[in-house]
């Protein structure tokens, strides 16, 4: 009943004390009075509260007084205080507190100037927090703090919510209340019965509604997708035969906003079960990186003393201007990495020009294996020890691989993964959650997209499969693509709950998708394999291009 109530998307926002992190991202002000210590060491004023999960933040205060920062972690751990913090030095210095690291002026100050100082938290904030300030004399301070992000909020992005709506047999159900001033609504709506949305107005006008009598109908209510601008909005309607003629899969999606209160039922011929998508938002996400490998970037061949199986990406793409290495999430370094490489003779990787997918000329990179060492032998592109793995992430790029695989029987092709803290081998115990994707064939050659998320190797705890469509997957048949270019997506938002959601789209298809928890036991997504070329198929190649990276989905 939760997640249903979500639908009448109500924006809240929270105030802390002194903070207030009431949206996903910020930066604010406010005048904090000191008091004196009087000569006792902990006599200091609370400045404010700081919640877990605060992405980037920064706090300033700044005085004509001697004032120093304090900063309690979780059972009042002395993180910023002197003298007995774990940082309590008067100059800058770093610290790591429960993984995370905490940077702190010191109490000399900024540039030397005593009651100007600064912390800093490089990640997430692990647990909540308290500020205070010490005070050697009673005054006045301006307390100046940013955040860029905050852990499950998408306000800058598009929102998703889910649930499932219980439909009875000839009756009408309501699914829920749209409020007015809500953008780039989209609502779907799938079931393996046939039911049919119903969409009404504030004043209970009929807008979607399919009747036999001609006086019932609503303003669209025809059999395919058709459109009507009512009231100011550009309300869209799937028809009631439903997407690609599947009855029971309809949608509606209503731009730039609804102007009005708007009312959901579905009506049901068949007694069951739907599942109800519905995203809203201004889709205004931002880009982390893009790169299409032009001119500038190229394969070091220099190797990194103690990581000589790593292969390092660097230089400035000339067209996107982004730099390699990948880095995000608050990653230490992200490469190439070959794995059982028989003595540098298994792999190979380089950027060439080759025919895009437009047919012009293009810059991609190009990975190989000729044979097998061992059953692990690999060649994955790699970001590395994640703390800010509790994100929501989109993932684009194109990808042509070869076709031996084809016609073989009980094969299969790792195309990306995550992994998050913990994740272990079956019988190892571990408590960790993987997303992974593959290319399988089956013991009669045929070969379809899978997507799953596991508890190990052995333990998928859910699978998505292209030949076994399932409404849970709400995924179609798409044939697998080799020796041209496609277009593969993923998006996942972040969740132990079930607001979690996961998308795999192939040329903007989708093949796999999941609702509900995206990690196991609150663990956060510790590395990343953006791009792989692994399997029990010798040899094999692939080349990749046009590569994007969101922290939410991409703007429409």
Same mark, same amino acid.
């Given at each position: 009943?939760?997640?249903?109530?979500?639908?009448?998307?109500?924006?809240? %926002?929270?105030?802390?004390?002194?903070?207030?992190?009431?949206?996903?991202?910020?930066?604010?002000?406010?005048?904090?009075?000191?008091?004196?210590?009087?000569?006792?060491?902990?006599?200091?004023?609370?400045?404010?509260?700081?919640?877990?999960?605060?992405?980037?933040?920064?706090?300033?205060?700044?005085?004509?007084?001697?004032?120093?920062?304090?900063?309690?972690?979780?059972?009042?751990?002395?993180?910023?205080?002197?003298?007995?913090?774990?940082?309590?030095? %008067?100059?800058?210095?770093?610290?790591?507190?429960?993984?995370?690291?905490?940077?702190?002026?010191?109490?000399?100050?900024?540039?030397?100037?005593?009651?100007?100082?600064?912390?800093?938290?490089?990640?997430?904030?692990?647990?909540?927090?308290?500020?205070?300030?010490?005070?050697?004399?009673?005054?006045?301070?301006?307390?100046?703090?940013?955040?860029?992000?905050?852990?499950?909020?998408?306000?800058?992005?598009?929102?998703?919510?889910?649930?499932?709506?219980?439909?009875?047999?000839?009756?009408?159900?309501?699914?829920?209340?749209?409020?007015?001033?809500?953008?780039?609504?989209?609502?779907?709506?799938?079931?393996?019965?046939?039911?049919?949305?119903?969409?009404?107005?504030?004043?209970?006008?009929?807008?979607?509604?399919?009747?036999?009598?001609?006086?019932?109908?609503?303003?669209?209510?025809?059999?395919?997708?058709?459109?009507?601008?009512?009231?100011?909005?550009?309300?869209?309607?799937?028809?009631?035969?439903?997407?690609?003629?599947?009855?029971?899969?309809?949608?509606?999606?209503?731009?730039?906003?609804?102007?009005?209160?708007?009312?959901?039922?579905?009506?049901?011929?068949?007694?069951?079960?739907?599942?109800?998508?519905?995203?809203?938002?201004?889709?205004?996400?931002?880009?982390?990186?893009?790169?299409?490998?032009?001119?500038?970037?190229?394969?070091?061949?220099?190797?990194?003393?103690?990581?000589?199986?790593?292969?390092?990406?660097?230089?400035?793409?000339?067209?996107?201007?982004?730099?390699?290495?990948?880095?995000?999430?608050?990653?230490?370094?992200?490469?190439?990495?070959?794995?059982?490489?028989?003595?540098?003779?298994?792999?190979?990787?380089?950027?060439?020009?080759?025919?895009?997918?437009?047919?012009?000329?293009?810059?991609?990179?190009?990975?190989?294996?000729?044979?097998?060492?061992?059953?692990?032998?690999?060649?994955?592109?790699?970001?590395?020890?994640?703390?800010?793995?509790?994100?929501?992430?989109?993932?684009?790029?194109?990808?042509?691989?070869?076709?031996?695989?084809?016609?073989?029987?009980?094969?299969?092709?790792?195309?990306?993964?995550?992994?998050?803290?913990?994740?272990?081998?079956?019988?190892?115990?571990?408590?960790?959650?993987?997303?992974?994707?593959?290319?399988?064939?089956?013991?009669?050659?045929?070969?379809?997209?899978?997507?799953?998320?596991?508890?190990?190797?052995?333990?998928?705890?859910?699978?998505?499969?292209?030949?076994?469509?399932?409404?849970?997957?709400?995924?179609?048949?798409?044939?697998?693509?080799?020796?041209?270019?496609?277009?593969?997506?993923?998006?996942?938002?972040?969740?132990?709950?079930?607001?979690?959601?996961?998308?795999?789209?192939?040329?903007?298809?989708?093949?796999?998708?999941?609702?509900?928890?995206?990690?196991?036991?609150?663990?956060?997504?510790?590395?990343?394999?953006?791009?792989?070329?692994?399997?029990?198929?010798?040899?094999?190649?692939?080349?990749?291009?046009?590569?994007?990276?969101?922290?939410?989905?991409?703007?429409?």
């Amino acid at each position: 009943m939760k997640n249903k109530i979500l639908l009448t998307i109500l924006a809240t %926002s929270t105030i802390w004390a002194g903070f207030d992190f009431g949206g996903c991202s910020g930066s604010k002000t406010f005048e904090q009075q000191i008091e004196a210590y009087g000569n006792n060491t902990e006599n200091a004023v609370e400045v404010g509260s700081i919640p877990a999960g605060i992405k980037g933040l920064q706090v300033t205060l700044e005085s004509n007084k001697d004032v120093d920062i304090r900063l309690y972690g979780e059972k009042n751990d002395k993180i910023v205080h002197w003298p007995s913090g774990i940082l309590n030095q %008067s100059n800058e210095k770093t610290a790591i507190y429960k993984g995370i690291g905490v940077t702190y002026s010191g109490y000399n100050g900024t540039n030397g100037q005593k009651g100007h100082e600064f912390i800093r938290v490089n990640g997430t904030t692990p647990t909540a927090m308290i500020m205070k300030a010490f005070g050697y004399k009673a005054g006045y301070a301006t307390v100046n703090y940013s955040w860029t992000g905050k852990e499950g909020c998408t306000d800058a992005g598009k929102k998703i919510g889910h649930f499932t709506q219980n439909i009875p047999k000839n009756a009408t159900t309501l699914v829920g209340k749209i409020p007015e001033n809500i953008e780039n609504l989209e609502v779907n709506l799938t079931s393996d019965k046939d039911i049919d949305i119903q969409l009404y107005g504030e004043d209970g006008t009929a807008i979607v509604k399919w009747a036999t009598n001609p006086s019932d109908k609503g303003l669209l209510s025809g059999s395919s997708k058709a459109a009507i601008d009512y009231h100011g909005m550009h309300i869209e309607w799937s028809g009631y035969k439903g997407v690609n003629g599947q009855s029971g899969h309809e949608y509606i999606k209503v731009t730039p906003k609804t102007t009005e209160k708007l009312t959901m039922k579905v009506f049901g011929y068949q007694a069951g079960t739907a599942d109800v998508t519905y995203s809203w938002g201004g889709n205004q996400s931002n880009i982390l990186f893009k790169s299409g490998f032009e001119d500038g970037v190229y394969i070091d061949p220099v190797l990194v003393e103690y990581n000589e199986d790593y292969d390092y990406i660097r230089g400035v793409d000339n067209q996107t201007g982004f730099s390699w290495p990948i880095d995000i999430l608050g990653s230490s370094e992200s490469a190439l990495h070959r794995v059982a490489d028989d003595n540098n003779t298994a792999l190979k990787s380089e950027i060439q020009t080759v025919e895009g997918y437009n047919g012009q000329p293009t810059k991609a990179m190009y990975n190989e294996e000729t044979h097998r060492e061992n059953g692990d032998t690999q060649l994955t592109y790699e970001i590395l020890n994640i703390t800010e793995g509790k994100s929501d992430l989109y993932v684009r790029y194109r990808m042509k691989i070869d076709s031996n695989m084809l016609g073989t029987i009980n094969k299969w092709r790792a195309l990306f993964e995550y992994k998050t803290k913990d994740y272990k081998d079956p019988g190892e115990g571990g408590t960790g959650f993987r997303l992974i994707s593959f290319i399988y064939t089956d013991n009669q050659g045929r070969a379809s997209w899978h997507f799953q998320g596991d508890k190990d190797s052995s333990n998928p705890i859910w699978e998505c499969d292209t030949l076994a469509l399932t409404p849970e997957c709400h995924n179609e048949f798409v044939p697998v693509i080799t020796d041209e270019w496609f277009l593969t997506e993923y998006y996942w938002h972040w969740s132990n709950g079930s607001d979690g959601y996961v998308v795999w789209k192939i040329n903007g298809k989708i093949v796999g998708e999941h609702h509900g928890p995206t990690t196991r036991n609150n663990n956060a997504i510790d590395f990343i394999l953006l791009t792989q070329l692994y399997g029990n198929v010798t040899p094999k190649h692939q080349w990749i291009d046009d590569l994007e990276i969101r922290d939410g989905l991409p703007n429409k």
